[in-house]
């Protein structure tokens, strides 16, 4: 299966998302995701995608004070209309999926039916403008199982997998989310770690490094996608520049599109 390979538009120091597209289409990605959602910035990064003929396939919406959902009061308002904006950028652009969190760290305030009821605006929002939600892993499981059991049956509900999420953050036998969810499987984020921090387990070790600098299993994990039946990109989420400060945009990108062209043949010993 040949998969189109991208990633996240924000991926080189110094460089805006929008001058950063001439890099990343030089490199040879044919699909990229964003994590802007000022709606006139996504259109215009869309058009420049449509010139270069790269792919603007997701994106990312704002997430931070996400635990600001399961708490009383009208905190919570801003993020939302955050989220809001991205739905409504993407829909005006005609891109189809918008990744959200769910909660944030290891200990987010309980699950509440009012927080639950936030969600339902939420996938109500996206439902009215046509653009699927993607529900991404991070720490805690039982707070993206509660979601997505929730919302099992709706059309515009899915799921982003983030395999370093669930390498650094798993403990003892990993939560096998590919075969929870990746039946509804719209996205990915792929990028590496060394796992849980086995000194202190409540360190946050998502390092967000280059495929096969960390210790992840990409060819197991290529078997679990496997058999899903998914059939969308592999898209990095480089978020750790600093470790790679020495090369230039070209080098980085050249290295990056390698990694993850390497992850995708790993598929091709399955068939």
Same mark, same amino acid.
């Given at each position: ?6 990633i996240i538009?924000?991926c080189l120091?110094?460089k ?6 001439d890099y990343?289409?030089d490199?040879g ?5 964003c ?7 996504i259109?215009?990064?869309k058009e420049?995608c ?13 997430y ?10 009208d ?5 939302r ?11 005006e652009a %005609?891109i189809?999926?918008?990744? /959200?969190?769910v909660s944030?760290?290891w200990?987010?305030? !309980?699950?509440? #039916?009012?927080? +639950?009821a ?14 699927k939600?993607?529900?991404e892993n991070l720490?805690?499981d039982?707070y993206?199982d509660v979601?997505m059991?929730r ?7 899915g799921?982003c997998?983030?395999? %370093?999420?669930?390498?650094?953050? /798993?403990?003892g ?6 075969a !929870?969810y990746g #039946?509804r499987? +719209?996205?990915?984020h792929?990028h ?6 086995q000194t202190?387990?409540?360190?946050d070790?998502?390092?967000h490094?280059?495929p096969f600098d960390?210790n992840?299993d990409?060819t ?6 496997h058999?899903?039946?998914?059939t969308g990109?592999?898209t990095?989420?480089l978020?750790?520049q ?19 062209a390497k ?7 399955l068939?």
């Amino acid at each position: 299966m040949k998969r189109k390979l991208g990633i996240i538009t924000s991926c080189l120091p110094g460089k805006s998302e929008y001058d950063a597209l001439d890099y990343i289409a030089d490199a040879g990605f044919e699909m990229v995701f964003c994590d802007e959602f000022n709606q006139k910035e996504i259109l215009r990064l869309k058009e420049k995608c449509d010139r270069l003929g790269i792919a603007l396939e997701f994106l990312h919406a704002p997430y931070a004070g996400v635990n600001q959902f399961w708490n009383p009061g009208d905190a919570y308002l801003k993020l939302r209309d955050g989220i809001y904006s991205s739905i409504e950028g993407a829909s005006e652009a %005609g891109i189809p999926v918008v990744v /959200s969190h769910v909660s944030s760290g290891w200990f987010p305030p !309980l699950i509440y #039916d009012f927080g +639950l009821a936030r969600f339902d605006e939420l996938v109500e929002y996206a439902t009215a403008k046509k653009v699927k939600i993607a529900f991404e892993n991070l720490r805690r499981d039982d707070y993206l199982d509660v979601i997505m059991k929730r919302y099992e049956k709706e059309p515009y509900v899915g799921f982003c997998y983030d395999c %370093g999420h669930q390498h650094c953050y /798993s403990y003892g036998e990993p939560v096998d989310y590919l075969a !929870l969810y990746g #039946d509804r499987l +719209l996205c990915t984020h792929i990028h590496d770690n060394f796992g849980r921090d086995q000194t202190d387990i409540w360190r946050d070790a998502d390092e967000h490094i280059m495929p096969f600098d960390g210790n992840l299993d990409y060819t197991a994990m290529m078997k679990r996608l496997h058999k899903t039946g998914y059939t969308g990109a592999l898209t990095l989420e480089l978020c750790n520049q600093e470790r790679y400060c020495e090369k230039t945009p070209a080098e980085f990108l050249a290295i990056a599109h390698e990694r993850i062209a390497k992850i995708a043949a790993l598929e091709s010993q399955l068939s």
